[in-house]
């Protein structure tokens, strides 16, 4: 087998093959040279003359680890001490999300957003019906009523990614603890339910609220993925943001200290921010 043959195959079970100067590399002295041998595990070597021949290098592709692949969201409500997250249902929450959403006059809910504004309950209930997506409704205890949509989305087992999207808050619920808890219960049934291992969220580069939101519930940013859609006729930069299971324990902490009755009011209103430390 020549070493083509080999490095092929090698690829095929998930080697990388690493060239270094096309396996030359010079070295300005001996001990230059000595020290880097020490340095380098097990190649195959020749030394002459202050060379230092590679004739090749495999390496594996990231470090091995222990991965059960974790399950897709379940009919299971998501129950807190402010709101409830329930799997969508058209017949059972569209009419209360038409009349809180319609609060908005100026359709600003759905400036960034694939679709809307709704002109009625039908073209609204017809959205909630997209599979791509898997819908809760956001009951909020405080208002008795279903004021809000959140979302999974690009659900990958396999991969153990998920996304949290096409999060749709009416005026009534927008920067309350609400809002707040609906993502946290959302993160925690990531990491402790489902056991995913890396949380997405994704948004228009040009939405600042929706960035400084991310970065509030801890999520990091990754970078832009320039030119990445075109929504509504326009071009769309998407900014990448996420969060990962290690990073949970740390954020539980966070969101538990900001829900404690020592930081909220009777009016729920907080006392200190959302911080993780």
């Known amino acids: 087998m020549n070493l083509d043959e080999q490095i092929s195959k090698r690829v095929d079970k998930g080697y990388r093959f690493e060239l270094w100067n096309e396996n030359v590399i010079r070295f300005p002295d001996q001990n230059t040279l000595n020290t880097k041998v020490k340095q380098i595990r ?7 003359g202050g060379f230092l021949f590679l004739r090749y290098k495999f390496k594996m592709l990231g470090k091995k680890i222990k991965f059960k692949i974790p399950n897709v969201p379940s009919k299971k409500f998501l129950k ?15 009419k209360d999300l038409f ?30 019906k997209n599979t791509d ?6 009951y909020s205890k405080r208002h008795k009523k279903y004021c809000g949509l959140a979302s999974y989305l690009r ?3 396999k ?17 309350t603890v609400e809002a707040t808890e609906t993502m946290y219960l959302m993160m925690k049934n990531v990491f402790e339910t489902l056991k995913y291992r890396r949380y997405e969220w994704k948004c228009n580069n ?26 509504k006729g326009r071009n769309r930069d998407t900014a990448w943001f996420s969060v990962i299971d290690k990073e949970w324990k740390k954020l539980k902490k ?8 020592k930081n909220l009011d009777k009016n729920f209103n907080q006392k200190k921010s959302l911080k993780f430390r």
Request: charged share 20%; proline share 6%; aromatic share 16%.
């Open 99 to 128: 009349e809180t959403f319609s609060l908005d006059k100026q359709g600003l809910l759905w400036k960034y957003m694939p679709d809307g504004p709704f002109k009625n309950l039908k073209q609204l209930n017809h959205y909630l």
């Open 254 to 261: 966070g969101y538990l200290r900001y829900f404690s009755n």
């Open 206 to 231: 040009g939405n600042e609220k929706s960035k400084n939101a991310a970065l509030r519930l801890g999520f990091r940013f990754e970078g832009v993925f320039r030119q990445a859609a075109v929504v």
């Open 42 to 48: 097990n190649p195959q070597k020749e030394i002459s």
């Open 80 to 94: 807190g001490k402010f709101v409830i997250l329930e799997p969508v249902d058209p017949s059972k929450h569209g």
């Open 155 to 157: 659900i990958q087992p």
């Open 133 to 138: 997506c898997f819908f809760y409704a956001i």
């Open 159 to 175: 991969a153990g990614s998920i996304e949290v999207g096409y999060i749709t808050y009416s005026p009534i619920l927008r920067k």
